[in-house]
């Protein structure tokens, strides 16, 4: 009876029969849902973690990427140059090809006078 009045009042015993503002299954609940958010807290955390150490790898291997895509480009500028620099090279041996020739008729020629 005692008990009826008080839980009217919003006033109940728990376990050890102590004087308590809220519900025991109340509390109960209460403690049940604080240790579901702990636990979603620390998952959250290592899910930070676990995202944290993924950007990271991504980021490494972007950087990655761009040196070798540079070191490609660094690679195919250089033999593009160096195909210029062959054909320039060919232009001035066939230059030198025909002043020899050249030459070589004027010589026959004034051996031939």
Do not use: W, Y
């Not at 998952?43 to 980021?59: C, N, R, Y």
């Not at 490609?72 to 250089?78: K, P, V, Y």
Request: with cysteine; charged share 35%; aromatic share 2%.
């Amino acid at each position: 009876m005692a008990k009826d009045i008080l839980g009217e009042a919003g006033l109940h015993f728990d376990e050890l029969n102590k004087l308590r503002v809220l519900d025991p299954e109340v509390t109960q609940q209460t403690t049940e849902l604080k240790e579901e958010c702990k636990d979603f807290v620390d998952k959250i955390g290592q899910f930070q973690k676990i995202v944290g150490g993924l950007i990271e790898l991504v980021d490494q291997l972007a950087k990655e990427a761009e040196n070798e895509k540079m070191k490609a480009i660094g690679a195919r500028n250089l033999l593009k140059s160096i195909a210029k620099q062959r054909e320039a090279q060919q232009q001035q041996l066939r230059a030198l090809i025909a002043e020899k020739k050249m030459q070589l008729e004027r010589n026959e020629l004034e051996i031939s006078l």
